[in-house]
């Protein structure tokens, strides 16, 4: 394995990071390596995705015609900067993927801390 490699694997870790918690990133922590060259590189740590089977889901949505994801998460979430929630529960790395076919079938999660019911 490469030295950058393993520093960035092993890398100290920095202050948290400032992203709100309604964020995707929102608790990561931020690591730097260096570059060798006296400047050092600030990443996020991996975010992973919780596997589908966990997601507990109010509802299916059938997507409209020119339906966008955030006016949805909107309406079932409150907050349409939730999109990335209905992605990590349907599965899809791109949001307009979700909303690219009228009748598809969306599954709209939980909000966060609400246990399953």
Same mark, same amino acid.
């Given at each position: 394995?490469?030295?950058?490699?393993?520093?960035?694997?092993?890398?100290?870790?920095?202050?948290?990071?400032?992203?709100?918690?309604?964020?995707?990133? =929102?608790?990561?922590?931020?690591?730097? !390596?260096?570059?060798?060259?006296?400047?050092?590189?600030?990443?996020?740590?991996?975010?992973?995705?919780?596997?589908?089977?966990?997601?507990?889901?109010?509802?299916? =949505?059938?997507?409209?015609?020119?339906?966008?994801?955030?006016? !949805?998460?909107?309406?079932?979430?409150?907050?349409?900067?939730?999109?990335?929630?209905?992605?990590?529960?349907?599965? !899809?790395?791109?949001?307009?993927?979700?909303?690219?076919?009228?009748?598809?079938?969306?599954? !709209?999660?939980?909000?966060?801390?609400?246990?399953?019911?």
């Amino acid at each position: 394995m490469s030295n950058i490699l393993q520093q960035i694997l092993e890398g100290p870790p920095l202050e948290s990071t400032a992203f709100p918690p309604n964020s995707r990133y =929102h608790g990561l922590r931020t690591l730097k !390596i260096d570059a060798g060259d006296g400047t050092f590189i600030v990443y996020l740590t991996r975010r992973f995705v919780p596997p589908l089977d966990r997601a507990a889901v109010i509802r299916a =949505h059938v997507v409209s015609e020119g339906e966008r994801l955030d006016n !949805i998460t909107a309406l079932y979430l409150v907050d349409p900067e939730l999109f990335w929630r209905v992605c990590d529960a349907n599965g !899809i790395v791109r949001p307009d993927d979700l909303t690219a076919r009228a009748g598809a079938e969306i599954r !709209i999660p939980l909000p966060a801390g609400v246990p399953n019911a």
